[in-house]
Structure formats: C-alpha cells, structure tokens
C-alpha cells in the first residue's frame, strides 16, 4: 500500500545542476501534480498531468519540465537549479479529473541549491 | 479564479480546549472545499471534504467543518485538542481553469498544543 512514492527524500545540489524528482504512484490514477511548499507561501502548483500522455504548465513552471512517462510515473526536472528553487517538493495524485476527488500525496522532497 | 484566505499563520490552543482554524473561499458557484492536514516531514494527508451534501462535514480525528455560504466560510473545528493534533493544517479549493480541476491552496495554519 505504497500510495505515492517520491526520490529522492533529500538533495543538495549546487547553483546550475541539474537533476530529476521522481515520483510514481500505484493507486492507478489519472492526474498527476507537482507542487512546491515554501513557508508562508502555502503549496503552489508547478506542473500537472490530467492524464496520460498529458502534461501542463500550473502557477510557478519557470525553471521546471515534466515528463510523464507512463500512468505510473511523473518527473519533474530542474535543468539548471538556482536558490530560488530551494524548497520542498510534493508529487500528488487523484483519480480523475472530477472536481472533488481528494489529492494523495508522497512525503516529499527537500531540495536545497546552494 | 478562486481562492482561500486561512486567518492565522499561527494558532496556540492548550490541550482540551476548542480547536478553530478559519478558512473564507472566494467562489460564485458553488465551490468543493477540502481540509488537510500535515505532520512534520511528511505529506499532506486529507482531512476532510465538502460537495455540497451537507453542511456539516465530519472528518478524521474528530474534525468537522462547517460550510457557510453567507458568510463564505468553511472553518475547521474540534471540541478538544489533543497533544497529536500539533501539525500544520491546510484549506483549499478545487477549481476549474481550462477545463481542468486544479486546488487552490491557503497559505497553513500551524496548530501548536500546550500541555
């Protein structure tokens, strides 16, 4: 009963690498999210997936790509970090696009570009 | 588009008394409003939902919620605090924006219980 499943749990990157969050989940649902927690700032979304095969910018996509690479599994890449990108990163997922179906979330990842 | 506005970044309560954390929506149609909660290290987990079925929502952990469409509320309540209630809870909203469901998240209120 894994849910949803995020790697890695930590990272400390330096200003202009690059690196994947991976993220899958097993509940066989539709949408995919990746969103970014700062503090005071609330959860603001990055990139979703409505569905397979699909993917689309959401509030904060400046410095990010996503793949999504089966039903499973949503990436999200920063292809040269900066300190802006420092932060807490949750994959989420929900059945289907119906505008009450709750999110899962992963534990997400701490990010740190320095 | 729509959004919450969570009164308090911040909340103390001591252990039994009445927990209360605010949320107001901005919404003209009738909007699906969520709760969650989430405890150090760890995601966000749901606490409870309201779709219009009724009023008063009942959730996990001895939560509930009451929506108010005059006033444009859905505050959170539990009539004693317990000392693992300590956690950072969340209201959002589910919106519609390009054909797509997307939650509009509040910015937390951190519950701290007091011994």
């Known amino acids: 009963n894994a849910g949803v499943t995020q790697t890695p749990k930590f990272q400390v990157l330096k200003t202009g690498q690059s690196m994947t969050l991976q993220c899958a989940q097993d509940?066989?649902?539709?949408?995919m999210y990746w969103y970014r927690q700062d503090p005071g700032m609330g959860l603001r979304l990055i990139y979703y997936?409505?569905?397979?095969?699909?993917?689309d910018k959401g509030e904060v996509p400046n410095g990010y790509n996503v793949s999504r690479l089966n039903k499973r599994e949503f990436s999200l890449r920063l292809e040269s970090a900066a300190p802006s990108q420092t932060s807490v990163y949750f994959c989420a997922s929900k059945t289907s696009n119906g505008n009450n179906s709750p999110l899962h979330f992963g534990n997400g990842t701490r990010l740190t570009v320095t | 588009a729509q959004s919450v506005t969570q009164l308090g970044s911040h909340v103390s309560v001591s252990e039994g008394a009445l927990v209360l954390l605010r949320c107001n929506y901005s919404s003209s149609v009738p909007p699906y409003l969520f709760w969650y909660v989430q405890y150090p290290n760890q995601g966000l987990q749901l606490l409870l939902k309201?779709?219009?079925?009724?009023?008063l929502v009942k959730g996990i952990n001895g939560f509930e919620a009451e929506f108010k469409k005059s006033e444009t509320s859905f505050h959170l309540t539990k009539p004693s605090a317990h000392m693992s209630d300590a956690a950072e809870y969340f209201c959002?909203?589910?919106?519609?924006?390009?054909?797509?469901?997307?939650?509009?998240f509040g910015t937390g209120t951190r519950l701290k219980v007091l011994a």
């Open positions: 309201y779709t219009s079925a009724a009023t």
């Open positions: 997936s409505a569905s397979e095969g699909t993917t």
């Open positions: 509940m066989n649902h539709n949408s």
């Open positions: 959002a909203v589910s919106d519609r924006v390009s054909g797509t469901y997307k939650y509009i």
